[in-house]
């Protein structure tokens, strides 16, 4: 089978939970860990979020705010992959480090920031979730590769 490619459009981190992601020139992931320094890391398994630009550019149609990296407290935007159509077990290569998705979607908090203040919040639907297997870094234009449950 080929392997299926995207890119990273932007790597975001935050400081504290239940806010939005601010971009960062490149993020650094640990296994066990997730990404240093964003308020998400830790030993669990949501160590790292992600999500595709075709689910932020389908809810933009319909919103009058201006959607940005990190609106919906992604810690990677990929384009060019269906992350939500994988299934929990699909290890990824994003730029250098390795993941595997742990859970697709999630409940969202009925008042949270992200919902204030978009209006609405893709990552419940659509929002991927995934744990670091093996260290490496990620930013913006670099490969997100489905590797398959079988490649870790």
């Known amino acids: 089978m080929e392997p299926k490619c995207g890119i990273v459009r932007a790597v ?3 400081r504290k939970k239940g806010e939005q992601k601010t971009p960062v020139e490149e993020v650094r ?15 669990w398994h949501r160590q790292v979020s992600l999500l595709g630009t075709e689910s ?12 940005t990296p990190g609106v919906f407290a ?5 384009e060019g992959l269906r992350l939500y159509e994988l299934p929990v077990g699909t290890t990824l290569r994003v730029g250098s480090a390795l993941c595997r998705i742990t859970q ?10 992200i919902r204030r203040q978009a209006g609405d919040c893709v990552m419940p639907r659509e929002g991927v979730f995934a744990v670091v297997l093996s260290e490496g870094l990620a930013r ?13």
Do not use: F, T, Y
């Open 104 to 113: 697709i979607g999630k409940e969202c908090h009925a008042d949270c920031a």
């Open 12 to 14: 975001c981190i935050s």
């Open 56 to 67: 932020v550019a389908r809810l933009q149609e319909r919103l009058p705010i201006l959607l």
């Open 140 to 152: 913006a234009g670099d490969a997100v590769e489905v590797l398959g449950p079988e490649e870790a």
């Open 74 to 78: 992604e810690n990677i935007l990929c």
């Open 29 to 43: 992931l640990l296994p066990h860990h997730g990404i240093v320094g964003d308020a998400h890391a830790g030993d």
